[in-house]
């Protein structure tokens, strides 16, 4: 075998960023902050707002996928003077006749919807759960083994659309089999047919683009990592 450096080969492993974990997580709190923002903004028009009963004033009949429903608009009166609010639900069932609202007493028009209340929750939650796949994405990609360096040998080929998959089987340091409780397996799809062939020992660091994956089963209760990430310029190949 030529002189070839293998920390260069095995060890130069390509760092992932965390720009995207990080930018998840803020994205996360973005969405926590908005929804904490409505919520006390919710609780304090809920305590300040004046109640009010608002009874049907017209309704609309229309159609959704065929089924008919109402749109409902209602009225409600502040200082005598009327003021409408236009129920954005739509009513499959007959709507109430008399509802309650709650106003501003500064802005009679201004109106405090209590059912958007769980909407505000739901983001609330939505903005919890991006934060936590945020955290799980960051501490991934910190924590993941650096490098797992793999002497085997090229035992085993399937023949593909395009190239073969090639499997490969783990050996000792001095190139020598393994018992096969410590055996390990690793597939690899190319066309490189100069480089990959039956027999041929190989040293690879299946860490080097990210933590392998148990993939492909070989049979015989067998399970191999597949390293397809892998480039040929990735591998040592010895005669």
């Known amino acids: 075998m030529e002189n070839i450096n293998e920390d ?16 998840v997580i803020f994205m996360g709190l973005i969405i926590i902050g908005m929804a904490v923002v409505l919520i ?10 004046i109640a009010v009963s608002a009874n049907i004033f017209s309704s609309e009949k229309d159609y959704q996928a065929g089924k008919p429903y109402l749109k409902v608009r209602y009225q409600y009166i502040v200082n005598n003077k009327k003021y409408y609010y236009d129920d954005p639900e739509k009513h499959f069932e007959r709507p109430d006749d008399v509802i309650t609202l709650k106003y501003n007493k500064d802005n009679p028009k201004d109106l405090y919807i209590s059912s958007y209340y769980i909407y505000y929750i739901i983001g609330c939650g939505v903005g919890v759960i991006v934060f936590i796949l945020g955290i799980i ?30 499997y ?5 340091s001095s190139f020598q089999l393994l018992p096969p409780e410590k055996t390990e397996y690793f597939s690899y799809f190319s066309n490189d047919y100069n480089n990959f062939q039956i027999g041929k ?13 148990l993939a492909d089963d070989i049979g015989n209760n067998r399970m191999a990592y597949n390293i397809n990430e892998l480039k040929v310029n990735d591998f040592i190949f010895y005669k």
């Open 8 to 23: 260069s080969v095995l060890r130069n492993n390509v760092k992932k960023s965390k720009m995207p974990g990080i930018s």
């Open 40 to 49: 006390l903004d919710a609780n304090e028009k809920n305590n300040s707002y």
């Open 137 to 166: 994405k960051l501490v991934s990609l910190t924590s993941k083994n650096a490098e797992k360096i793999i002497v085997g040998e090229i035992y085993d080929a399937l023949t593909c659309v395009g190239g073969r998959k090639f």
């Open 168 to 172: 490969i089987r783990s050996l000792d």
């Open 201 to 213: 020992k190989v040293k690879f660091n299946a860490y080097k683009y990210r933590e392998a994956l």
